[in-house]
C-alpha cells in the first residue's frame, strides 16, 4: 500500500509541478512541489526508501527535462540520501529545521544541475538556482505538517514482522 501512495504522490506532485505551479511564477521561478515531497519523505525514512523515490521522481522530471537524462534521477538521488542523513538527527515533528534543510537541499541540487550541465555543454540559469530554492523553502512552510501526517499514517509505516 505504501508503495502504491508513493508512487500515485509522485505522479500526482509532477503534474501540479507541469501544470499549476508555473501559473504562480514570480519572474519566470516557480517551486517544485515534487522536490519539496522528496526531501520531506526521505527525512522521514530510511536510506533504501530515498533511493527509491529519488530515482522515480527522477525519471518523471526527465520526461519533462529531456536534454540531459539521467542528470535528475542522479541529483535527486543524492539529495534525498542527504536528507535521510538530515533526518537521522533531528525532531521530525517540528517544521524549522526540515525547511531549512529543504532550502539547503534545494539550492545544492540547483548547484549540481548547473554544475552537470555545464559539463555536457548546455547552459543553464545560475541565478534560478537562489530563487528557486527560495520558492521551494516558502511553500515547503505550509507542506510540512500535512506531509508528516501522511507519513505517520500506519499504512505508510514499514512494520516489523517476526518470525516464530
Known amino acids: 500500500m505504501k508503495r502504491v501512495v508513493v508512487i500515485l504522490m509522485c505522479v500526482f506532485l509532477y503534474i501540479i509541478d507541469n501544470t499549476l505551479l508555473p501559473f504562480l511564477n514570480i519572474k519566470g521561478y516557480y517551486p517544485s512541489a515534487l522536490f519539496i515531497f522528496l526531501i520531506f519523505y526521505s ?45 537521522e ?10 525547511v531549512m534543510a529543504l532550502f539547503a537541499l534545494s539550492f545544492l541540487r540547483g548547484l549540481c544541475v548547473f554544475s552537470l550541465l555545464y559539463v555536457i555543454g548546455l547552459k ?28 505517520q499514517k500506519p499504512f505508510m509505516k ?7
Do not use: H
Not at 514499514?158 to 516464530?164: A, D, G, L, Y
Open 43 to 87: 527525512i522521514n525514512n530510511d536510506y533504501w526508501e530515498a533511493i527509491k523515490v529519488g530515482v522515480i521522481a527522477g525519471l518523471l522530471q526527465d520526461l519533462y527535462f529531456s536534454q540531459a537524462l539521467g542528470i535528475n534521477p542522479l541529483v535527486n538521488m543524492l539529495t534525498c540520501v542527504a536528507a535521510v542523513k538530515v533526518g
Open 158 to 164: 514499514k512494520q516489523w514482522k517476526f518470525e516464530k
Open 124 to 151: 543553464a540559469d545560475y541565478k534560478s538556482t537562489l530563487y528557486v530554492s527560495i520558492y521551494n523553502a516558502v511553500l515547503s512552510i505550509f507542506m510540512y505538517k500535512p506531509l508528516y501526517k501522511l507519513l
Open 89 to 98: 538527527n533531528i525532531f521530525k515533528e517540528k517544521r524549522l529545521i526540515p
